[in-house]
């Protein structure tokens, strides 16, 4: 599933990540903590826009996917919960598609305890654009109706962070019906289904992309949160 992820998940905007850099100050080559790092859709974009970047994540098979891709970055497995990192020890910590995942009570005192006075912490979710018909006719079938990745109350704050502001990008990614059916086989409204009905939910979607081409731009909205540390 690593190599599937690798393959069919999208990355992320540069100019979300700009955006946040602005908002936070960091300077040119800061050390950037990449925290649920995955295979490093998103390490890769820190990593050329010239910061130094430590990806930090609990499987194994992600973060062997994650060196071959960005063999630039310095690697810890591990959870959000418990880095192995010093007090202090980076600019910013970012993490993409990763902190619903974190057990908040814990992760957010720890962020707080690896990034330096003065820094900040970045959220981002790539998540679906109901503008685009396809997308608007597959809300139901795939569960994004009506959601959104994040909710308000579940974000940091003090005493731990305070947010600076937030943002939405707009981007676009070549699919296709099979690409479509790729990306979600891994994510786990998939992982976690009965495999029959997983498999019918997957026709049905193949079924209706069919409809818009062999091959279609997937339009997609990136969700940007920039927080700063409070001391
Ligand atoms: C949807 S993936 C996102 C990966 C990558 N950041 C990206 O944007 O492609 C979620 C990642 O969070 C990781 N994860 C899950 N629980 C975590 C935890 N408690 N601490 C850190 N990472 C965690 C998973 O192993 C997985 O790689």
Avoid at 151 to 161: K, M, N, T, V
Avoid at 190 to 196: K, R
Wanted: proline share 7%; charged share 25%; net charge negative.
């Amino acid at each position: 599933m690593a190599a599937e992820y690798e393959r069919h998940r999208p990355e992320y905007p540069e100019e979300a990540l700009r955006w946040a850099a602005g908002l936070l100050g960091l300077e040119e080559r800061a050390r950037l903590l990449d925290v649920g790092a995955g295979t490093g859709k998103l390490t890769r974009v820190l990593v050329a826009l010239g910061y130094e970047v430590v990806a930090v994540e609990p499987g194994g098979p992600m973060l062997d996917q994650l060196r071959q891709a960005v063999p630039e970055a310095e690697t810890l497995e591990g959870p959000a919960e418990a880095i192995a990192l010093p007090d202090a020890g980076v600019d910013a910590a970012f993490a993409a598609q990763a902190f619903h995942w974190f057990d908040r009570e814990r992760a957010i005192p720890e962020l707080h305890r690896v990034v330096r006075p003065g820094g900040g912490l970045v959220l981002l979710w790539n998540w679906w654009d109901d503008r685009d018909p396809l997308q608007h006719e597959l809300a139901e079938l795939i569960g994004y109706a009506g959601h959104s990745p994040f909710s308000d109350d579940e974000l940091p704050g003090a005493p731990w962070f305070r947010e600076l502001g937030r943002t939405v990008v707009e981007s676009a990614d070549e699919s296709s019906p099979d690409a479509l059916v790729a990306m979600l086989a891994t994510t786990s409204r998939f992982l976690t289904a009965d495999p029959a009905e997983g498999a019918d939910w997957l026709r049905e979607v193949r079924e209706r992309a069919s409809k818009y081409g062999e091959q279609f731009p997937l339009p997609k909205l990136t969700y940007a949160f920039a927080f700063e540390r409070l001391s």
